[in-house]
């Protein structure tokens, strides 16, 4: 039995231990950057990215930052395929629980962002988006394949695409937008096609097409550009 002095010690513990605040619980994990969306060219898919993905965890990024978009590349860029681009948006800004997202957009690619944030409401959930060779103007090339293909009639110069494209404002809205371009591009004629008026332009020397998506200087340009 416990003597009246070691039961007024106990009480005693046990009021301190009531008083005692409870440990704070961890704070949720704060997203660092802007998930970046990519959108890969014609004729290519999501595994183009394999290395400016791999700059990008190595500047920081964490996987669950990064979505590699893959899509249908024969559709239609206006009617079916930017749609599908901001429903997949939205898909990323609620996994991730971010406002807005990065687009970072090869060749095709490019004019199905565009379409996205100038007609699908992508202006409010796109803070930066990036044109890597992106036949902003249309290229001459496309019109190899445009009998048979509609993504390339939408690549050609003067398509119903390009046309709305660069109607008015080329780069509406409060994203900020960079355009990267070679003067050596065999995919995209006249090279001048890609910069954008309103858009951070930058020349990347004599490169081909697909050779910007391995590039270490225009990776880090890429990557300096979402930081701003």
């Not at 962002?113 to 409401?121: A, E, H, I, L, T």
């Not at 008015?168 to 954008?196: H, I, M, Q, R």
């Amino acid at each position: 039995m416990l003597t009246p002095r070691q039961r007024l010690l106990a009480l005693l513990t046990l009021c301190l231990a009531l008083l005692a605040p409870f440990p704070a619980r961890a704070a949720t994990p704060v997203q660092s950057h802007n998930p970046v969306v990519f959108i890969h060219g014609y004729n290519a898919d999501p595994g183009v990215w394999g290395g400016l993905r791999e700059d990008m965890r190595a500047a920081g990024y964490a996987d669950s930052e990064l979505f590699s978009w893959g899509y249908d590349t024969h559709r239609s860029v206006n009617e079916v395929v930017a749609g599908q681009l901001g429903a997949y948006v939205d898909q990323v800004r609620r996994q991730t629980g971010a406002a807005k997202v990065d687009i970072v957009a090869h060749s095709l690619g490019s004019l199905v962002g565009r379409w996205y944030v100038k007609f699908g409401g992508g202006t409010a959930t796109v803070d930066h988006w990036v044109s890597l060779a992106g036949p902003n103007h249309g290229t001459s090339t496309a019109w190899a394949c445009a009998l048979w293909d509609q993504a390339c009639r939408d690549m050609t110069p003067g398509s119903y695409v390009v046309k709305n494209l660069n109607a008015g404002d080329e780069t509406p809205g409060a994203v900020k937008y960079a355009t990267f371009w070679s003067n050596c591009d065999e995919v995209v004629n006249p090279d001048d096609s890609v910069p954008l008026a309103g858009a951070a332009n930058t020349p990347v020397g004599c490169l081909g097409h697909n050779d910007l998506l391995g590039d270490d200087a225009t990776s880090a340009g890429v990557r300096a550009f979402l930081a701003s």
